[in-house]
T-cell receptor
């Protein structure tokens, strides 16, 4: 069966520090991968998606970047965090021919 | 681009009553409409979905209806239980990108 792993679960980082959040999927190949952000009390905003290794599409201009170094690995990064980067970050995957997303358990990032 | 509106933002019901959450979408080409349940501190979980060629789908106490002409779809939960308390998100998609509603916080009062 397919599983998605996302870590860390919580993270507190100072302003100006770098960020690296990792997401991996098991039990499938060539998944579509997604990074979403959920601000407190708000909906889910799509940040990046990837349909293959090295293929990254950005949905909104921001202080973050994404990379897909391996088929089932998706990384969200920042060189210098801003206070506004605080939020709940969710990774999700979907098979290329499938329908529903499966979300990871999320990372709560607090920038202080 | 697609825009999804979701109402209400909060909903309180007595245990055993029904709950209805409504969403509207803007892009008539959208063809897939999932609903997710998110419990506190966790990622959203898919609970039911519907495709544009179907008007209604039911899974035990949960049902979703779709009106393509009006571009709206609804989640119906019957015989609500305390464990139904969570935030519910609707979404609309065309292809592989989802546009989510802003969520409904459902509280089931015992």
């Amino acid at each position: 069966s397919q599983t998605i792993h996302q870590w860390p679960a919580t993270l507190v980082q100072p302003v100006g520090s770098p960020l690296s959040l990792e997401c991996t999927v098991e039990g499938t190949s060539n998944p579509n991968l997604y990074w979403y952000r959920q601000a407190a009390g708000r909906g889910l905003q799509l940040l990046f998606y990837s349909v293959g290794i090295g293929q990254i599409s950005s949905e909104v201009p921001q202080n973050l970047s994404a990379s897909r170094p391996q088929d089932r690995q998706f990384i969200l990064s920042s060189k210098k965090l801003l206070l506004s980067d605080s939020g709940f970050y969710l990774c999700a995957w979907r098979s290329s021919g499938g329908a529903g997303y499966t979300f990871g358990s999320g990372t709560r990032l607090t920038v202080v | 681009g697609e825009n999804v509106e979701q109402h209400p933002s909060t909903l309180s019901v007595q245990e055993g009553d029904s709950a209805v959450i409504k969403c509207t979408y803007s892009d008539s080409a959208s063809n897939y409409f999932p609903w997710y349940k998110q419990e506190l501190g966790k990622g959203p979980q898919l609970i039911i979905d519907i495709r544009s060629n179907v008007g209604e789908k039911k899974d035990q106490r949960i049902a979703v209806t779709l009106n393509k002409t009006a571009k709206h779809f609804s989640l119906h939960i019957t015989e609500t239980q305390p464990e139904d308390s969570a935030v519910y998100f609707c979404a609309a998609s065309l292809g592989h990108k989802y546009i989510f509603g802003t969520g409904t916080r459902l509280k089931v009062l015992a």
